[in-house]
């Protein structure tokens, strides 16, 4: 999968977060074998909260920012039986807002770097078709995506211990 990253203020200009992005998606593959499809593109975007806000108000009628947004382009099944030969498929875009995220990271007492890696993986899971919102199960089935992921990465259970 390749991704498509655009950097823009108030992010800060270390560390890479490109990079970051990067280190996310590959260990997320580890573990989301659907992702790591030679034709799959995303889109990361790190913005401001002002920007959040206005996708968030044309797309979602929601008139606040938010940490993280995700925009997907397949379905799950679409994704799952896509073949690795063949052009270019847009799974869909993030956008995640730098000020709600570096407050975030302050109040759960993390480095914003982790906040940031924990929201490009819950928001890439998104894209993937997974919903923390349908079900308890399927909240409980994404967290701990989520969580094995950061694992890989050396980042804490951001939901808490787990054994």
Not at 1 to 10: G, N, R, S, T
Not at 25 to 43: G, T, V, Y
Not at 95 to 114: D, N
Not at 130 to 159: R, V
């Amino acid at each position: 999968m390749i991704l498509e990253i655009d950097i823009e203020a108030p992010w800060p200009v270390a560390p890479d977060w490109a990079d970051l992005a990067e280190r996310a998606l590959e260990a997320l593959q580890q573990i989301a074998p659907e992702l790591d499809n030679p034709r799959l593109i995303a889109s990361v975007l790190f913005t401001s909260d002002d920007e959040v806000h206005t996708l968030n108000r044309e797309w979602r009628a929601k008139d606040k920012p938010t940490n993280v947004l995700s925009f997907p382009m397949l379905e799950h099944e679409s994704l799952r039986a896509l073949a690795p030969d063949g052009p270019p498929e847009m799974l869909g875009d993030i956008a995640l807002a730098f000020e709600t995220c570096a407050r975030e990271a302050e109040e759960k007492g993390v480095s914003v770097e982790h906040h940031a890696t924990h929201l490009i993986v819950h928001g890439l899971l998104h894209l993937a078709g997974h919903d923390h919102e349908i079900s308890d199960a399927d909240a409980e089935a994404m967290e701990a995506l989520e969580t094995k992921a950061l694992a890989i990465l050396g980042i804490p259970d951001p939901y808490g211990d787990r054994s």
